[in-house]
């Protein structure tokens, strides 16, 4: 990537924002729940729809590539880390609202705080969102569910930029949701801001709903691990973690790479695991759960960015 063209934008950027979230060659491990991943050419932080729509308007008028991130669960950037713009949605946290049962609340926020905002307001619906990592936007995007629960039940709008910065809206039947699908995985437009709705509850019932997805989950899974979540999607018919543990690889490590003994169906970052470490130990395990059971694992991580 011309480092002149890096310049150029980062200046556009400066008009508006301030240098504290427009950053050259950051490392992406800072910023993904893996603690993996080698450097953006330029880091850039927007907090509200105006910034999201300027910063992806001047990104599109430079020609330079973008790639957008939430909380950076479920992804693997790889050791060179990702050529061009990377714009991270952490930092869209400034809308938080509650109005007749209606949540309006930024795509930055993980689904914990919104499901603990929504507790706090005495509405249910949200329990199931308890224990899913990631933001918002991203469970948006991807229609998450776990517990009988999927996003899908509860989201009545969304507010969207394209690559152009135009800001878009979206009501309940025209985000296409299916299973882990949305509208935005064919629009590729950006999540900024989402509306919920949501029933009058008993607070001590929602709170000990949540309270027992929470222990449900923390008993089950490595989280005292950075992990980018489950590896594998599930295959029709199997459990990729069963398949893994009946294959005998559990504690299997390459590097600091290793299959959580917790939970096989994690790869876990037991130190200062690389990226090419992750890779050579999933494309082991898939290899041994092959030859053992004929069986395929697809990995559910999204892999992005460029080798060393």
């Known amino acids: 990537m011309a480092q002149n063209n890096i310049d150029a934008l980062k200046s556009v950027l400066l008009t508006e924002l301030p240098e504290t979230r427009v950053r050259e060659s950051e490392r992406l491990a800072e910023h993904t729940t893996f603690k993996i ?19 992806l308007k001047s990104i599109h008028d430079s020609g330079i590539p973008v790639t957008v991130i939430g909380c950076g669960s479920n992804i693997l950037v790889k050791d060179g880390g990702i050529r061009g713009a990377v714009v991270s949605l952490r930092h869209m946290t400034q809308t938080k609202d509650c ?14 705080e919104v499901s603990e905002f929504a ?4 509405l249910t619906g949200l ?16 229609n998450a569910g776990a517990y009988d629960g999927e996003m899908s039940y509860v989201v009545t709008e969304v507010q969207a930029v ?9 009501d309940a039947d025209q985000l296409d949701f299916s299973y882990r699908h949305s509208i935005f995985h064919d629009n590729h437009e950006v999540i900024g801001e ?53 294959t005998g690889l559990k504690g299997l490590s390459v590097g600091d790479a290793q ?30 759960v092959y030859d053992e059971h004929g069986v395929h694992l697809e990995p559910e991580v999204r892999m992005i960015g460029e080798d060393e």
């Not at 507790?119 to 005495?122: H, L, T």
């Not at 018919?237 to 069963?242: D, H, L, P, S, V």
């Open 37 to 55: 991943g080698g450097p953006a050419d330029i880091f850039v932080e927007p907090v509200n729809m105006h910034e999201l729509s300027f910063v």
């Open 99 to 112: 109005n007749d049962g209606v949540l309006c609340v930024g795509s930055g926020f993980t689904l914990k």
């Open 162 to 170: 394209d690559f152009q910065g135009n800001i878009k809206h979206y």
């Open 119 to 122: 507790w706090e307001q005495g």
């Open 127 to 142: 329990e199931f969102a308890i224990g899913i990592p990631g933001t918002l936007g991203g469970a948006v995007f991807m």
């Open 194 to 246: 989402v509306l919920m709705s949501l029933k009058a509850g008993d607070k001590t019932a929602i709170k000990e709903r949540m309270d027992d997805l929470t222990e449900r989950r923390e008993s089950k899974q490595p989280l005292e691990f950075a992990s980018a979540g489950s590896t594998f999607k599930r295959p029709p018919g199997y459990f990729a973690g069963t398949l893994i543990e009946q």
């Open 259 to 288: 299959v959580s003994e917790k939970h096989a169906g994690f790869v876990i970052n037991t130190g200062n695991a690389s990226a090419n470490d992750v890779l050579n130990l999933i494309a082991e395990v898939q290899r041994r």
